[in-house]
Structures are given as structure tokens and as C-alpha cells.
């Protein structure tokens, strides 16, 4: 399956993440896995695999579709609409 919400993100400058760990789980003291960040607004939240899948409920809340990575050696990123996995360069 292709993703086009890619082609789409092209009009938005890259973000900087919005902070150094989930944002969500720094709040409430909680532990994350890994870090994905929403490439529509730079939000930073945990991956599935951490207690809060703060991510897939930012997506859920915002309906931002695709994040990526931010874990050190990845280059990947997520569409939660079309549930594909796109390689970054």
C-alpha cells in the first residue's frame, strides 16, 4: 500500500521535537520505551510497547496520521491511517 500523507507534509517545515521525552508521560513521572514524533506538530509521544501509547492517542486526539522515529539508527516512520511503515532518507 503508498501512503500519500507524505506528499502533504511536504508543505510544513520540519519541527523540531517538542521536548526531550514523551511529553505526556514526563507529566505523570511514568517510563516510555521508545519516542515517536508527530510530524504535523512536532509532539513527542511513547511508542505501543510503553504503558501509555501516548502516540497512538495523540493521533487519535488530533488526527495528525503519520509519525516517525526518534530513537538513535532509525529512519522510519508510521501512517496510522493507511498503517504503513515508510522508510525516511
Known amino acids: 500500500?503508498?501512503?500519500n500523507h507524505f506528499d502533504e507534509l511536504e508543505e510544513f517545515a520540519p519541527l523540531p521535537p517538542k521536548g526531550a521525552g514523551c511529553e505526556e508521560c514526563l507529566k505523570?513521572?511514568?517510563?516510555?520505551v521508545h519516542l515517536r514524533e508527530c510530524l504535523v506538530?512536532?509532539?513527542v509521544g511513547c511508542c505501543?510497547?510503553?504503558i501509555g501509547?501516548?502516540?497512538t492517542k495523540h493521533f487519535h486526539s488530533t488526527k495528525h496520521p503519520v509519525m516517525r522515529s526518534i530513537e538513535p539508527g532509525e529512519s522510519w516512520a508510521w501512517c496510522f491511517v493507511d498503517?504503513?511503515?515508510v522508510e525516511l532518507d
Open 28 to 32: 505523570i513521572h511514568q517510563r516510555w
Open 83 to 85: 498503517e504503513v511503515t
Open 41 to 43: 506538530c512536532g509532539h
Open 48 to 50: 505501543d510497547s510503553s
Open 53 to 55: 501509547k501516548h502516540a
Open 1 to 3: 500500500m503508498v501512503c
